[in-house]
């Protein structure tokens, strides 16, 4: 079974920086997808960004793009976030979720297996 853990979230001013870390175990010689997805209270999920391995074929949303970088230390099934630059509304619970895939998607509705959140706050 595929789990996934974060660690990372927490309270920055404007223009500041985080990392977030998901740690995954459960992949048994299959090919996967690893994303960050956030929400807001009232709001839907949104895909932040996304990584697959071991290609390392990533995707970002817009919103995000030059800001924030996803990498992957394969030998031990840990994803990374680096926030960069971050901004009032970046705050939210980010989530990592892990898809069981030989094609690449980063969608929510497709995902896997899912953590239990860590918040991000920005401060302004």
């Known amino acids: 079974e595929v789990e996934v853990v974060e660690s990372g979230g927490g309270l920055v001013q404007t223009g500041g920086s985080l990392r977030l870390s998901c740690a995954a175990s459960?992949?048994?010689?299959?090919?996967?997808?690893i994303g960050w997805f956030r929400q807001v209270p009232g709001k839907g999920r949104e895909a932040v960004s996304c990584i697959s391995s071991p290609d390392g074929k990533t995707t970002y949303a817009a919103s995000v793009k030059g800001r924030f970088t996803i990498s992957s230390d394969n030998a031990k099934d840990t994803v990374f976030l680096q926030m960069n630059s971050l901004q009032p509304e970046d705050t939210a619970v980010y989530y990592c979720a892990a898809l069981v895939t030989s094609v690449f998607a980063c969608r929510d509705n497709l995902m896997d297996a899912w953590g239990s959140g860590t918040l991000v706050a920005v401060s302004s």
């Open positions: 459960g992949f048994v010689f299959e090919d996967y997808v």
